[in-house]
T-cell receptor, first 112, second 114 residues
Protein backbone atom coordinates (compact mmCIF):
# COMPACT_ATOMS: atom_id res chain seq x y z
CA UNK A 1 0.00 0.00 0.00
CA UNK A 2 1.32 3.44 -0.91
CA UNK A 3 1.67 6.03 1.84
CA UNK A 4 -0.40 8.49 -0.21
CA UNK A 5 -3.26 7.46 -2.48
CA UNK A 6 -4.79 9.73 -5.11
CA UNK A 7 -7.34 8.91 -7.79
CA UNK A 8 -5.63 9.55 -11.14
CA UNK A 9 -8.86 10.54 -12.89
CA UNK A 10 -9.25 12.02 -15.37
CA UNK A 11 -11.92 14.27 -13.93
CA UNK A 12 -13.91 16.28 -16.46
CA UNK A 13 -16.20 19.12 -15.37
CA UNK A 14 -17.98 22.04 -17.06
CA UNK A 15 -16.71 25.56 -16.58
CA UNK A 16 -18.04 27.11 -13.39
CA UNK A 17 -18.38 23.80 -11.53
CA UNK A 18 -17.05 23.16 -8.04
CA UNK A 19 -14.24 20.64 -8.18
CA UNK A 20 -13.31 18.33 -5.33
CA UNK A 21 -9.91 16.61 -5.38
CA UNK A 22 -8.93 14.17 -2.66
CA UNK A 23 -6.10 12.14 -1.19
CA UNK A 24 -5.93 9.54 1.53
CA UNK A 25 -2.84 8.60 3.48
CA UNK A 26 -1.68 5.97 5.93
CA UNK A 27 1.06 7.70 7.91
CA UNK A 28 -0.50 9.36 10.94
CA UNK A 29 2.73 11.31 11.53
CA UNK A 30 2.14 13.58 8.52
CA UNK A 31 1.76 17.20 9.69
CA UNK A 32 2.20 19.29 6.53
CA UNK A 33 -0.16 18.87 3.63
CA UNK A 34 0.48 20.52 0.28
CA UNK A 35 -1.29 20.83 -3.04
CA UNK A 36 0.68 21.36 -6.24
CA UNK A 37 -0.63 22.09 -9.73
CA UNK A 38 1.28 20.75 -12.71
CA UNK A 39 0.56 21.83 -16.26
CA UNK A 40 1.62 19.59 -19.11
CA UNK A 41 5.39 19.62 -19.64
CA UNK A 42 5.92 21.95 -16.68
CA UNK A 43 7.19 21.47 -13.15
CA UNK A 44 4.78 21.33 -10.18
CA UNK A 45 3.72 24.69 -8.73
CA UNK A 46 2.73 25.04 -5.09
CA UNK A 47 -0.88 26.14 -4.65
CA UNK A 48 -1.11 26.05 -0.89
CA UNK A 49 -0.06 24.19 2.21
CA UNK A 50 -1.77 23.43 5.51
CA UNK A 51 -0.28 22.57 8.84
CA UNK A 52 -2.13 19.93 10.85
CA UNK A 53 -5.93 19.86 10.61
CA UNK A 54 -8.41 22.44 9.46
CA UNK A 55 -9.24 24.51 6.44
CA UNK A 56 -7.31 27.08 4.47
CA UNK A 57 -8.70 29.32 1.75
CA UNK A 58 -6.89 31.19 -1.00
CA UNK A 59 -9.10 32.82 -3.59
CA UNK A 60 -11.06 30.11 -5.40
CA UNK A 61 -9.09 27.33 -3.70
CA UNK A 62 -9.86 25.74 -0.32
CA UNK A 63 -7.78 23.01 1.29
CA UNK A 64 -9.20 20.78 4.00
CA UNK A 65 -7.41 18.31 6.23
CA UNK A 66 -9.16 15.66 8.32
CA UNK A 67 -6.44 13.90 10.27
CA UNK A 68 -8.88 11.61 12.07
CA UNK A 69 -9.87 10.13 8.71
CA UNK A 70 -6.43 10.57 7.11
CA UNK A 71 -8.13 12.41 4.26
CA UNK A 72 -7.35 15.72 2.57
CA UNK A 73 -9.27 17.65 -0.04
CA UNK A 74 -8.80 20.56 -2.41
CA UNK A 75 -11.89 22.41 -3.59
CA UNK A 76 -11.86 24.68 -6.61
CA UNK A 77 -14.80 27.07 -6.93
CA UNK A 78 -15.95 28.57 -10.22
CA UNK A 79 -13.58 26.33 -12.16
CA UNK A 80 -12.02 27.75 -15.31
CA UNK A 81 -10.50 26.09 -18.39
CA UNK A 82 -7.16 27.44 -17.18
CA UNK A 83 -7.52 25.16 -14.14
CA UNK A 84 -7.08 22.15 -16.44
CA UNK A 85 -3.95 20.47 -15.11
CA UNK A 86 -2.75 17.63 -12.90
CA UNK A 87 -3.15 18.25 -9.18
CA UNK A 88 -0.68 16.58 -6.85
CA UNK A 89 -1.14 16.24 -3.13
CA UNK A 90 2.01 16.00 -1.01
CA UNK A 91 2.70 15.40 2.65
CA UNK A 92 5.51 15.60 5.16
CA UNK A 93 6.00 14.70 8.80
CA UNK A 94 7.68 18.01 9.55
CA UNK A 95 9.91 20.80 8.37
CA UNK A 96 13.55 20.63 7.45
CA UNK A 97 14.84 17.15 6.80
CA UNK A 98 11.57 15.27 6.57
CA UNK A 99 10.88 13.70 3.19
CA UNK A 100 7.94 14.94 1.13
CA UNK A 101 5.73 12.17 -0.26
CA UNK A 102 3.70 12.97 -3.36
CA UNK A 103 0.50 11.42 -4.62
CA UNK A 104 0.30 10.26 -8.22
CA UNK A 105 -1.82 13.25 -9.21
CA UNK A 106 -5.37 13.72 -10.52
CA UNK A 107 -5.83 14.99 -14.07
CA UNK A 108 -8.53 17.65 -14.26
CA UNK A 109 -10.19 18.92 -17.42
CA UNK A 110 -12.47 21.95 -17.25
CA UNK A 111 -14.60 22.28 -20.39
CA UNK A 112 -15.56 25.73 -21.67
CA UNK B 1 13.01 36.88 -9.25
CA UNK B 2 14.19 34.05 -11.45
CA UNK B 3 12.78 30.62 -10.75
CA UNK B 4 14.58 27.30 -10.71
CA UNK B 5 16.46 26.85 -13.97
CA UNK B 6 17.13 23.46 -15.53
CA UNK B 7 18.88 22.40 -18.68
CA UNK B 8 18.54 20.77 -21.04
CA UNK B 9 14.75 20.60 -21.30
CA UNK B 10 14.79 17.48 -23.43
CA UNK B 11 17.38 14.79 -24.00
CA UNK B 12 17.29 11.67 -26.15
CA UNK B 13 20.12 9.19 -25.78
CA UNK B 14 20.82 5.56 -26.55
CA UNK B 15 21.11 3.09 -23.71
CA UNK B 16 24.54 2.75 -22.15
CA UNK B 17 25.36 6.38 -22.97
CA UNK B 18 26.05 8.95 -20.23
CA UNK B 19 23.84 11.97 -19.61
CA UNK B 20 23.99 14.97 -17.30
CA UNK B 21 21.38 17.42 -16.07
CA UNK B 22 22.03 20.84 -14.61
CA UNK B 23 20.03 22.87 -12.10
CA UNK B 24 20.35 26.40 -10.73
CA UNK B 25 18.03 26.91 -7.73
CA UNK B 26 16.38 30.10 -6.59
CA UNK B 27 18.94 32.51 -5.16
CA UNK B 28 19.35 32.07 -1.43
CA UNK B 29 17.73 28.62 -1.28
CA UNK B 30 20.00 26.35 0.72
CA UNK B 31 18.02 23.18 0.10
CA UNK B 32 18.07 21.54 -3.32
CA UNK B 33 16.33 18.37 -4.45
CA UNK B 34 16.51 16.10 -7.45
CA UNK B 35 13.31 14.17 -8.14
CA UNK B 36 12.36 11.66 -10.81
CA UNK B 37 8.82 11.67 -12.15
CA UNK B 38 7.61 8.72 -14.17
CA UNK B 39 4.59 9.05 -16.43
CA UNK B 40 1.38 9.20 -14.42
CA UNK B 41 3.23 9.30 -11.09
CA UNK B 42 4.22 11.93 -8.58
CA UNK B 43 7.82 13.06 -8.10
CA UNK B 44 10.06 10.67 -6.14
CA UNK B 45 13.09 11.94 -4.30
CA UNK B 46 16.52 10.95 -5.58
CA UNK B 47 18.73 13.20 -3.47
CA UNK B 48 18.50 16.22 -1.19
CA UNK B 49 21.23 18.76 -0.52
CA UNK B 50 21.62 21.18 2.35
CA UNK B 51 24.13 23.66 0.95
CA UNK B 52 26.85 21.47 -0.55
CA UNK B 53 26.15 18.42 1.62
CA UNK B 54 24.06 15.50 0.34
CA UNK B 55 21.95 14.76 3.43
CA UNK B 56 19.55 12.23 1.90
CA UNK B 57 20.66 10.09 -1.02
CA UNK B 58 19.06 6.86 0.13
CA UNK B 59 16.94 6.60 -3.04
CA UNK B 60 19.75 7.40 -5.47
CA UNK B 61 20.84 4.32 -7.48
CA UNK B 62 24.49 4.82 -6.74
CA UNK B 63 25.76 2.23 -9.18
CA UNK B 64 24.86 4.50 -12.08
CA UNK B 65 23.70 7.84 -10.69
CA UNK B 66 25.86 10.56 -9.20
CA UNK B 67 25.23 14.14 -8.18
CA UNK B 68 27.21 17.10 -6.99
CA UNK B 69 26.63 20.57 -5.66
CA UNK B 70 30.17 21.79 -5.27
CA UNK B 71 29.70 25.40 -4.15
CA UNK B 72 26.29 24.98 -2.58
CA UNK B 73 24.52 26.70 -5.47
CA UNK B 74 23.97 24.92 -8.77
CA UNK B 75 23.92 21.15 -9.07
CA UNK B 76 24.52 18.43 -11.64
CA UNK B 77 22.92 15.00 -11.79
CA UNK B 78 24.62 12.36 -13.92
CA UNK B 79 23.60 8.94 -15.16
CA UNK B 80 26.23 6.58 -16.52
CA UNK B 81 25.38 4.29 -18.19
CA UNK B 82 21.73 5.05 -18.91
CA UNK B 83 19.19 2.24 -19.07
CA UNK B 84 15.81 2.10 -20.80
CA UNK B 85 14.08 2.33 -17.42
CA UNK B 86 15.70 5.70 -16.74
CA UNK B 87 13.32 7.39 -19.19
CA UNK B 88 11.45 9.92 -17.05
CA UNK B 89 11.28 13.60 -16.19
CA UNK B 90 14.04 14.74 -13.84
CA UNK B 91 12.91 17.63 -11.69
CA UNK B 92 15.01 19.96 -9.59
CA UNK B 93 13.43 21.83 -6.69
CA UNK B 94 14.62 24.17 -3.99
CA UNK B 95 13.40 25.83 -0.83
CA UNK B 96 14.69 28.18 1.82
CA UNK B 97 16.10 26.67 5.00
CA UNK B 98 13.59 24.40 6.71
CA UNK B 99 10.66 25.24 4.41
CA UNK B 100 10.25 21.84 2.79
CA UNK B 101 6.50 22.52 2.65
CA UNK B 102 7.17 25.27 0.10
CA UNK B 103 9.30 23.75 -2.63
CA UNK B 104 9.81 25.51 -5.94
CA UNK B 105 10.27 23.29 -8.96
CA UNK B 106 12.05 23.81 -12.23
CA UNK B 107 10.48 22.82 -15.57
CA UNK B 108 12.27 19.47 -15.59
CA UNK B 109 14.41 17.58 -18.08
CA UNK B 110 12.53 14.98 -20.10
CA UNK B 111 14.91 12.07 -20.72
CA UNK B 112 14.21 9.43 -23.33
CA UNK B 113 16.53 6.43 -23.47
CA UNK B 114 16.24 4.38 -26.68
Amino acid sequence: QKEVEQDPGPLSVPEGAIVSLNCTYSNSAFQYFMWYRQYSRKGPELLMYTYSSGNKEDGRFTAQVDKSSKYISLFIRDSQPSDSATYLCAMSEGTGGFKTIFGAGTRLFVKA
Amino acid sequence: EAGVVQSPRYKIIEKKQPVAFWCNPISGHNTLYWYRQNLGQGPELLIRYENEEAVDDSQLPKDRFSAERLKGVDSTLKIQPAELGDSAVYLCASNSAGANYEQYFGPGTRLTVT
